[in-house]
Every structure is written in C-alpha cells, then in structure tokens.
C-alpha cells in the first residue's frame, strides 16, 4: 500500500463536489443542520451497488451542502489538499458552474472562487500543480452549455493558465450530444481542450460516433465504445486512430453498475491493445476511494508488476492538458523519483 501512495500519479478525472471528504462533509453538515442531511446520503462504501440515477441524486444532496463561495473554497481547498497528500503531482479538477440566488453566488464568483482556492494552495506550499476545466451539464442543454463555454473561455485568457479546458458530463440518459455540438466545437476553436463523458451507458453510440467526429482531447469512461460491449469497430477505430486517452474509474464503475465487476472492467480491452489508459478516481468523496487505491486495485484485478504500475502513472503525464514545460517538468520529476521507489 506504502508504494501505492509514494508513486507520483496524476489526476485527470475529478468532479469537485464528487471528491468532498468524509471530513469536509461533516464540517458543511454542523454548518447547516437545518438541512437534515447524514453521512449515508452523500457517500456510498466500496462494498455497496447503485444504479447511475442512484449515484446522481448524492450529488443533488451534495449541492445542497456546498452553495455558496465559501462553501466551494472550503471543499476546493481541501480536496487539493487531500489530493496532494496522496501523491498526486498534477491535478486537473473540474467542477460545474452553478448559480445560487439565496447566497449570491453567481457562474463567475463560482470559477473566481475555485481559481482563487487553487491560488491559496499554492501559496500554502501544497505541493501539487492544479488545472481546472469548466464542465457542461448536459442536462441543462445547449443554450447554458453556450454560455458556460463563452464563460470557460473568459478564463481561459485571464487565469494565467490555469482554466485549460471543458469537460461534458452529468446525467448520461438525458439529452443527446448533438444539440451540444456548437458549443463543443465552439470551445475547440478558441482553444479549450475537451474532456467528454462518452459512451458511459449503452444507449449513447450514435452520440459518440458525432462526437468523436470533433474529436475530443480526452474521453471519460467510454465503457461501451468496444463491440464486445456493445459499441462498434468503428468507434475503436476512430479512438485508436487519433490516439485519444481514456479515462477510466474503477471503483465508480463498479459501484455506478456499468461495469459488472472489476475484472470486467474495460481497461483490460484498452490496456492490451497499449491504448493510452489514465486511471482516475472520478468522485473519490461519492465513492470512497483515493487514486493510491485505484492503482492498487488496478494492479490486483489486472496483475500489473510494480514497473507496469509506474508506467502506467508516467505515461498519465502525457495525456495532462499541461503546456509543453509543465510535462517536462513533471517528466523529470518521476525520472527522480524513480529510483527512490521503484
Ligand atoms: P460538480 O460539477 O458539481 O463539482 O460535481 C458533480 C457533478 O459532476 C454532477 O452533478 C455531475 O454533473 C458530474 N458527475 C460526477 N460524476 C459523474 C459521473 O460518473 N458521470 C457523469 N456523467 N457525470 C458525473
């Protein structure tokens, strides 16, 4: 286990309000008991099944906890900080701009509030690179996704590179992915790199098909892109030919049902065709999990070797949305490490 926390790792695939601790939990419920909310209702234990629309109202909850700028530097900070703690080097978190009229929180005070969060970590010391992507929910539909690229966009040029890029998620049943096509292509051309949720339930091929067509930096899950699974040749083949990495939760998938068990999980498909596989912990608060422990778990499923393991974390380095400089300094910081911990 110590192994699993010494190695350097980088974080691709993190929901804020889905990463919150046991611990920052407990702290917004004493803050506001009026709500009624228990420990049970924004967390689910490893050993538990629920259906994806079971593990989508925890995050209702959740938002009701987290509502106001204060609430998100609390959680911002200490998710960062739990992050680094186990390890992680380089993080991309993403989070969903959201409005609440009662505590004034409006879509830009939400991202002002996260970058500031990301500010005062590194100011601290925290010894970790943070990135953010603004996600869509793609539920709200393609006039918000607009205004949220345009937004995404706002920060891009003034964050000093810290907005890097869009994610596309939320309920994977609602919607279709082609009303979201402008604002994605949209967000493409001015430089946002895209991280989508794509192919997460079986129902989505078509809608990966158009959208592998933009195509994305990066694909979250895309556990039925495959035919094995459902998906087709021709979704491998446009994956494979433009090399785009794939995201993949373990734990999220089994607990979220996807994915039937561990050993069924498609990072073994990916992983033996040398398919750029990046191992996340998708809502390490809403799954109990921390990405040391998806690497064990990976490597206990899929019998890795400890120098498969370390490639593995490396070549995550190379799938960031990090510029140039920032992956060759994370480059030689795991040719450092090497020695110590291998
Ligand atoms: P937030 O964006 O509020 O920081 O994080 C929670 C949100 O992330 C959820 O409301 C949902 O939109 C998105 N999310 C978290 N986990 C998943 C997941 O496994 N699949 C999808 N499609 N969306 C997710």
Redesign the pocket.
């Known amino acids: 286990a110590l192994f699993y926390r010494q190695l350097p790792k980088v974080e691709l695939h993190a929901?804020?309000?889905?990463s919150v601790s046991s611990e920052t939990m407990d702290l917004l419920m004493k803050r506001k008991p009026h709500l009624n909310i228990e420990r049970g209702m924004t967390a689910i234990l490893r050993e538990q099944r629920r259906s994806l629309d079971e593990?989508?109202q925890v995050?209702k909850v959740?938002?009701q906890l987290v509502d106001s700028g204060e609430d998100i530097l609390l959680v911002a900070k200490a998710v960062i900080q739990e992050f680094a703690a186990d390890g992680v080097k380089y993080l991309e978190l993403?989070?969903?701009p959201?409005e609440v009229t009662e505590t004034g929180l409006t879509k830009q005070i939400y991202i002002e509030t996260v970058l500031e969060a990301i500010r005062q970590c590194k100011q601290e010391g925290v010894d970790i690179d943070v990135r953010f992507l603004v996600?869509v929910?793609r539920r709200h539909g393609p006039e918000v996704a607009m205004e949220t690229v345009k937004l995404a966009e706002d920060f891009m040029l003034c964050s000093g590179g810290t907005v890097v890029g869009l994610d596309l998620?939320?309920?994977?049943t609602v919607g279709h992915g082609k009303t979201l096509l402008p604002a994605l292509q949209k967000a493409k051309n001015c430089g946002l790199k895209l991280a989508l949720?794509l192919s997460?339930v079986p129902s989505q091929r078509d809608e990966s098909e158009l959208l592998l067509n933009l195509p994305p930096d990066r694909i979250?899950?895309g556990t039925f892109l495959h035919p094995e699974v459902g998906g087709s040749d021709s979704l491998v083949d446009k994956v494979c030919k433009q090399n785009i990495p794939i995201e993949m939760?373990l734990t999220?998938n089994v607990i979220?049902q996807t994915v039937p068990s561990y050993d069924k999980h498609h990072f073994q498909y990916w992983y033996n065709r040398g398919h750029p596989c990046v191992l996340c912990t998708?809502?390490k608060g809403v799954f109990s999990t921390d990405l040391s422990q998806e690497y064990q778990l990976a490597a206990s499923t899929f019998k890795l070797s400890a120098e498969d393991v370390w490639n593995l974390s490396q070549q995550a380095i190379g799938c960031t949305f990090a510029p140039e400089p920032i992956k060759q300094k994370l480059e030689k910081m795991w040719a450092e490490l090497k020695q110590q911990i291998l």
């Open positions: 929901h804020l309000n889905g593990c989508f995050f959740i938002h993403r989070s969903t959201r996600a929910d998620s939320g309920d994977p949720h997460e979250g899950h939760c999220s979220g998708d809502d």
